[in-house]
């Protein structure tokens, strides 16, 4: 009896405040918006093959690809603005762009400044310089003339590992032609770009092992967690479906270079289960013994 008491009061109590609130003015409705939902900006330097280039006039690439998915799963349009690698960092914090995805490597001086997503590829970087005058690490390149991309990590390490100040360019393709006019001896730049320039020309080698291991990540502004956990989601569901592998994979093709697909962190354990020794795992296996 007293369970159905108290169960009798919910509903009549409940319809005493609606009549007590029947009384007032209805409040005003909730205006409706008929304005499109607001751009995502991602900001990326289209100089990095396969993850942004450019093609008929378009940014294309990987880093595209994995933005315009976030871009879909939070029902914005992509807009994507190529710059300087140097103003991307900048560009971020001052909310001048939502997102970055360059290639970016996860750093411990740029997540002081940004926020990162989780890793979506692993790379690294190597020295190209002129056929038959090789270089293996920082200590055989001290003292050499060297070509960096400003503000990279290439440019990172040629400073705090081999102790050069380097001639610093806007992309590694201008940092190729000064060391193919042999104003330079060699350039430090990422294993993707490095193919891109050096896999199809006889007169440049790369050198054989990665000098460091690095992880690309989408960056943006510190303290945007609901951002943050929108891009890691669109990332999760691509990596765990191939996507980021198949993109890399297109992209490839498409610039027509002598390349394999460097893993991604969790396609990494598929792939070496299905083909031991490929080589852009073995390679990974080497530069982090
Ligand atoms: N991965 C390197 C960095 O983050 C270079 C990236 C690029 O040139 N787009 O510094």
Redesign the pocket.
């Known amino acids: 009896m007293k369970k159905s008491a108290s169960y009798l009061l919910v509903p009549f109590s409940a319809v005493l405040a609606l009549c007590i609130g029947c009384g007032k003015p209805e409040p005003p409705p909730e205006p409706v918006s008929n304005e499109p939902p607001k751009p995502l900006v991602m900001v990326?330097?289209a100089?990095?093959p396969p993850?942004?280039y450019m093609e008929n006039g378009e940014v294309v690439g990987v880093d595209i690809d994995i933005c315009r998915a976030i871009a879909d799963q939070l029902g914005r349009p992509l807009v994507v603005v190529s710059t300087n690698?140097e103003a991307i960092i900048p560009m971020l914090v001052q909310g001048d762009a939502d997102i970055a995805a360059?290639?970016?490597?996860v750093?411990e001086e740029?997540k002081e400044l940004l926020d990162f997503s989780l890793s979506y590829a692993t790379?690294g970087?190597v020295f190209i310089s002129r056929k038959g005058e090789e270089y293996k690490d920082a200590a055989s390149a001290k003292g050499k003339r060297i070509g960096v991309?400003t503000?990279?990590?290439?440019?990172?390490f040629c400073v705090e590992e081999v102790g050069v100040v380097p001639t610093r360019f806007d992309?590694?393709r201008q940092a190729a032609e000064a060391l193919k006019a042999g104003k330079l001896d060699l350039i430090i730049?990422?294993i993707d770009?490095a193919r891109n320039i050096a896999g199809n020309d006889d007169t440049l080698v790369i050198s054989s092992e990665l000098l460091c291991m690095?992880e690309?990540a989408i960056a943006l502004k510190k303290g945007q967690p609901n951002l943050l956990a929108s891009i890691n989601g669109a990332l999760e569901s691509m990596l765990n479906g191939g996507k980021v592998y198949a993109s890399l994979a297109k992209h490839v093709a498409h610039c027509a270079y002598d390349f394999k697909p460097a893993s991604t962190p969790s396609e990494a354990s598929a792939e070496a289960a299905k083909a031991d020794g490929a080589a852009g795992a073995g390679e990974t296996e080497k530069a982090s013994e």
């Open positions: 990326t330097e100089g990095f993850y942004e690698f360059a290639g970016l490597t750093t740029r790379s970087i991309q503000g990279t990590t290439s440019d990172q992309t590694p730049v990422d770009p690095e690309f």
